[in-house]
């Protein structure tokens, strides 16, 4: 290889001394030298990995490679002697590009010439595991204390009609109530919109069951705020409805009790204060003690030492009656909580914007809890 090289320079350097090229010889034959070099170097080139392979195209083949910068040169080259000095120049390209070709086929050909590079015993790619989000962490939390209870899982259309957000829930036109719940309207003759409540499924239930009827509605609901670390456009909601013979209020008080015992534990107290719901009467907020402060009174809690988290009462008879469920034979009660406050007192979150902004920092904090 050597011996080759050095007469190829010789052959090269008469042509020039014979083309008269005197007057750059002494640069051209350091060049000249230089690309003898380089060949040497690229010959004794081994690369047995893919990665490898693209460093040696990178390093000679590349824009900013070797081929490109000794190219370069050709334009302190004297017209007359362009030709001959391109031809050394074009060798010494095929050359790198017949070496590359080479190596390429050494690593896609020949599995055994990479073979070598694997090591079977390094662990694998770790696979990312999500995060549950946590209005869903409490809503499979709540679902999952009802349903200990008996309760089935009832589900209903987000864009709803009229008759069953409203109407059918003993709230008709005009009804002053109706403005405790800024509506989206997607229509309006006939009335479309974006449910403002989960009470709707318990009209979508009613309508398509006969008692003893037990369910719980999980679910979102839109209302027209504006947005706010208090207020947000979308919500969830989780409804329970249970109408049965001799449903009393004792149930719903009972039935409520143990919910909160199960979500907060059993140091937590309650409290009901009366009320108003077009769909219920008697109507109840029901109050926990403050899980912040334990009730001695913080800013969550207002000072009160008491949170609301649920409005509930027995179902107005007026709403059995609209489905045709005889309301001297049959009693019920409902109530239709927050998952946002919920999850509010269970993990400290106090802006509701955090819920869907998706920032990564906020939701890898719940990681590990199912
Ligand atoms: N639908 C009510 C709201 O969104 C919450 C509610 C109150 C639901 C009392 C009920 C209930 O089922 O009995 O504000």
Request: glycine content about 8%; aromatic content about 10%.
């Amino acid at each position: 290889m050597k011996d080759g090289l050095n007469s190829e320079k010789t052959r090269i350097l008469e042509l020039w001394q014979k083309l008269g090229f005197n007057h750059y010889l002494r640069s051209m034959e350091s060049l000249l030298q230089k690309i003898e070099e380089f060949k040497q170097e690229i010959a004794a080139t081994e690369a047995n990995t893919a990665e490898l392979v693209e460093a040696f195209r990178i390093k000679y083949l590349g824009t900013k490679g070797l081929v490109k910068s000794v190219m370069g040169e050709m334009k302190s080259v004297p017209n007359e002697h362009k030709k001959a000095f391109g031809q050394v120049l074009n060798d010494f390209k095929l050359f790198v590009e017949s070496k590359f070709e080479t190596l390429k086929e050494n690593v896609v050909g020949g599995a055994e010439a990479i073979g070598n590079t694997i090591d079977l015993t390094l662990p694998g790619d770790p696979i990312t595991v999500g995060t549950r989000h946590p209005l869903n962490i409490v809503r499979n939390q709540i679902v999952s204390i009802f349903q200990r209870l008996g309760f089935a899982v009832a589900e209903g259309p987000e864009i709803e009609d009229d008759w069953h957000n409203f109407g059918a829930m003993n709230l008709p036109e005009d009804h002053p109530a109706r403005d405790m719940q800024d509506t989206f309207y997607i229509n309006q003759d006939p009335a479309w919109l974006l449910r403002t409540h989960t009470s709707s499924v318990q009209a979508r239930v009613m309508e398509t069951q006969k008692p003893p009827i037990r369910v719980i509605c999980p679910g979102r609901v839109y209302r027209n705020e504006t947005i706010s670390a208090r207020a947000h456009c979308f919500f969830h909601q989780v409804e329970g409805l249970y109408i049965d013979e001799n449903v009393s209020f004792a149930d719903l008080k009972q039935t409520l009790y143990f919910f909160v015992q199960e979500m907060f534990g059993k140091d937590v107290k309650v409290r009901f204060r009366p009320s108003y719901f077009p769909f219920t009467e008697p109507s109840a907020e029901m109050d926990i003690s403050c899980l912040i402060c334990g009730g001695d009174g913080c800013n969550i809690c207002k000072h009160t030492g008491w949170v609301e988290i649920l409005g509930s009462g027995m179902v107005h008879p007026k709403v059995l009656d609209n489905f045709g469920i005889d309301s001297n034979k049959y009693t019920g009660f409902a109530f239709g909580m927050g998952v946002e406050r919920i999850t509010q007192l269970k993990y400290q979150v106090n802006d509701l914007r955090l819920y869907s902004q998706n920032d990564v920092r906020f939701l890898k904090q719940f990681t590990g809890v199912v």
